[in-house]
């Protein structure tokens, strides 16, 4: 016996029913903050070769293709505009804020990748340049995050207040301002130093 729901319809009535354009869907796109950690830690930027944010400096990503999933985005793209493969991947988090991106309803799931290695990058596909920027955490009080991102005579700069979430004790970053990040990456960067520096 068929199932029906409550309008009396099998699955298959339901799909052949179903319109997907009555439903606004966004864009999905996969960003990756890679950390390497040798001496001094460093996380890969990309600077944009293109219009939204163009020069200014983002995280490695794109948006996911169709038949792609997050991960296999991710790992394309770096490849795209680094030249990195085969970096292990761990998801970062899910960010979805309206706004975050000026070309529309765009969703981002972010990824994490931490490189014990000294990997040289060059920018590709729609990438202007690549480089790894030095990352240094300015002591402050301890509710507040402070970072300063380095190469050679570029400097980025993010502040965040920092609090524990309420239902997993996990230390999670709110910024409040940042300058030379494009999109909302100075979030997801502030959110990759904390699981980074958590181990």
């Known amino acids: 016996m ?64 169709p038949g792609e999933d997050a991960q296999t985005a991710a790992h394309r793209e770096l490849q795209e505009e680094t030249g990195l493969e085969n970096l292990p991947l761990a998801p970062l988090g899910l ?5 975050r991106d000026p070309r529309g309803w765009v969703v981002s799931a972010a990824f994490l990748a931490v490189s014990q290695a000294f990997s040289p990058v060059c920018a590709n596909d729609d990438a202007a340049d690549a480089a790894w920027f030095a990352v240094r955490e300015i002591p402050t009080d301890t509710d507040t995050l402070s970072l300063t991102l380095r190469q050679g005579e570029t400097t980025l700069k993010l502040s965040a207040s920092r609090r524990n979430n309420p239902v997993n004790g996990r230390l999670e970053a709110y910024v409040q301002s940042s300058e030379g990040i494009a999109f909302d990456h100075a979030q997801i960067i502030a959110d990759a130093w904390l699981c980074f520096v958590a181990g």
């Open 2 to 65: 068929e199932l029906r729901d409550k309008n009396g319809l099998t699955e298959a009535e339901f799909l052949k029913g179903y319109r997907q354009k009555d439903y606004p869907r966004p864009s999905l796109t996969a960003d990756l903050a890679v950390i390497r950690s040798l001496e001094e830690p460093a996380i890969l930027l990309i600077r944009r070769g293109g219009h939204p944010y163009l020069n200014c400096w983002a995280l490695p990503g794109g948006f996911v293709m």
């Open 95 to 99: 960010y979805s804020k309206p706004g």
